[in-house]
T-cell receptor, first 116, second 110 residues
Framework: DGGITQSPKYLFRKEGQNVTLSCEQN?????MYWYRQDPGQGLRLIYY???????QKGDIAEGYSVSREKKESFPLTVTSAQKNPTAFYLC???????????????FGQGTRLTVV | LAKTTQPISMDSYEGQEVNITCSHN???????ITWYQQFPSQGPRFIIQ???TKVTNEVASLFIPADRKSSTLSLPRVSLSDTAVYYC???????????FGSGTKLNVKP
């Protein structure tokens, strides 16, 4: 089955610790994204990557870091610098939309991070 | 990027047709209009996309007037399982970003 997989589904972190969220896709998509969603709110873009070894900051990148060493993988690290990390994190992928035409983003099932 | 405005919430009953309107007064010539559906604790799912006039697929229709300053997502004969948040996105497909607002929370009652 083609798709996008996030793990773990639930994650607990102590204050001051870094934690890495996994995102893997087998859709052969060039572009990948990380979003944060707080209760009752929409999605906010953290980072996105258009191609391997390249990524760009979104609207709320402070306190987060990413890497894109492989086309299939786009892990997100929530660092201790992120002051309010408790949230629902969503990873997505799409074709490179710069090629034009109709496009859609495919989302994973999300990781719910709680700071304890 | 064009700003979108949607109702915060809507109520409906099973079997009714639901129309959710999105305003996007600053839509640009190259912008597409896309709608997503999100269930609690899940990632959004693409519903439909259009540029002008009317688009229909197996789950919804999208109506876009000639001035393209608004769009209406139409869900025929909703069921309880259509209870979700619906997001309207407007933007060029070549920007490699997908911007989500707060969406419209649709509550379908029996």
């Amino acid at each position: 089955d083609g798709g996008i997989t996030q793990s773990p589904k639930y994650l607990f972190r102590k204050e001051g610790q870094n934690v890495t969220l996994s995102c893997e896709q087998n859709l052969n998509h060039d572009a990948m994204y990380w979003y944060r969603q707080d209760p009752g709110q929409g999605l906010r873009l953290i980072y996105y990557s258009q191609i391997v070894n390249d990524f760009q900051k979104g609207d709320i990148a402070e306190g987060y870091s990413v890497s894109r060493e492989k086309k299939e993988s786009f892990p997100l690290t929530v660092t201790s610098a992120q002051k309010n990390p408790t949230a629902f994190y969503l990873c997505a992928s799409s074709i490179d939309t710069r090629t034009g035409g109709n496009t859609e983003a495919f989302f994973g099932q999300g990781t719910r991070l709680t700071v304890v | 990027l064009a700003k979108t405005t949607q109702p915060i919430s809507m109520d409906s009953y099973e079997g009714q047709e639901v129309n959710i309107t999105c305003s996007h007064n600053n839509i640009a010539t190259n912008d597409y209009i896309t709608w997503y559906q999100q269930f609690p604790s899940q990632g959004p799912r693409f519903i439909i996309q259009g540029y002008k006039t009317k688009v229909t697929n197996e789950v919804a229709s999208l109506f876009i007037p000639a001035d393209r300053k608004s769009s209406t997502l139409s869900l025929p004969r909703v069921s309880l399982s259509d209870t979700a948040v619906y997001y309207c996105l407007v933007g060029e497909n070549n920007f490699n970003k997908f911007y989500f607002g707060s969406g419209t929370k649709l509550n379908v009652k029996p």
